[in-house]
T-cell receptor, first 112, second 117 residues
Framework: DSGVTQTPKHLITATGQRVTLRCSPR?????VYWYQQSLDQGLQFLIQ???????AKGNILERFSAQQFPDLHSELNLSSLELGDSALYFC???????????FGQGTRLTVV | AQTVTQSQPEMSVQEAETVTLSCTYD???????LFWYKQPPSRQMILVIR??????QNATENRFSVNFQKAAKSFSLKISDSQLGDTAMYFC??????????????FGTGTLLAVQP
């Protein structure tokens, strides 16, 4: 158990809908990262938050947004969902810069 | 931009034997970290081993060791005494080091390793 908790584990929704994925980092970790794993794109970095502030953006679509709350949990919001958004979404956390990230078990999103 | 390449999509090894997974990367950075992550069928991403680029000594974690060749930008993973539980997808990953830098991971495409009984 990495200590990073993601909910839900599975999510099935229809095209055009909006969903929210939740992540609780390891106790004391200030950095949260979101990654997308899909068959065609592999594992891609989406966005990073550090102590409530956005730190870096990767290949994140405009339809996607995220935030980190004062208690350090994070949410990834995906809207106007398309079939191609079906993927495994990972959250990871780390204690400070330049340390390894610990991953949650992922949320499997299926858009039908 | 940094890139990570894993040229072996699939590999197979007999139980108790040794296998080496290849990874090359491209970067103009001098300070960085390299990682191997394991993703078993449970989908969990598990850190296997980590190497700091400034360290010449190759990292070792029990049955797992790396061969880090900085000049060649090569970072291979050796698994000794392979066990059935080693069956998984293995990802090589790069992370830039330094103040002001995000420590996002850049992943390779993965190598699916099957350990045969």
């Amino acid at each position: 158990d990495s200590g990073v908790t993601q909910t839900p584990k599975h999510l099935i929704t229809a095209t055009g809908q909006r969903v929210t994925l939740r992540c609780s980092p390891r106790s004391g970790d200030l950095s949260v990262y979101w990654y997308q794993q899909s068959l065609d794109q592999g594992l891609q970095f989406l966005i990073q938050y550090y102590n409530g502030e956005e730190r870096a953006k990767g290949n994140i679509l405009e339809r996607f947004s995220a935030q980190q709350f004062p208690d350090l949990h994070s949410e990834l919001n995906l809207s106007s969902l398309e079939l191609g958004d079906s993927a495994l979404y990972f959250c990871a956390s780390s204690a400070r810069w330049n340390t390894e990230a610990f991953f949650g078990q992922g949320t499997r999103l299926t858009v039908v | 931009a940094q890139t990570v390449t894993q040229s072996q999509p699939e590999m197979s090894v007999q139980e108790a034997e040794t296998v080496t997974l290849s990874c090359t990367y491209d970067t103009s950075e001098n300070n960085y970290y390299l990682f191997w992550y394991k993703q078993p069928p449970s989908r969990q991403m598990i850190l296997v081993i980590r190497q700091e680029a400034y360290k010449q000594q190759n990292a070792t974690e029990n049955r797992f060791s790396v061969n880090f060749q900085k000049a060649a930008k090569s970072f291979s993973l050796k698994i000794s005494d392979s066990q059935l539980g080693d069956t998984a997808m293995y990802f090589c990953a790069f992370m830039k080091h330094g103040g002001g830098a995000t420590n996002k991971l850049i992943f390779g495409t993965g190598t699916l390793l099957a350990v045969q009984p």
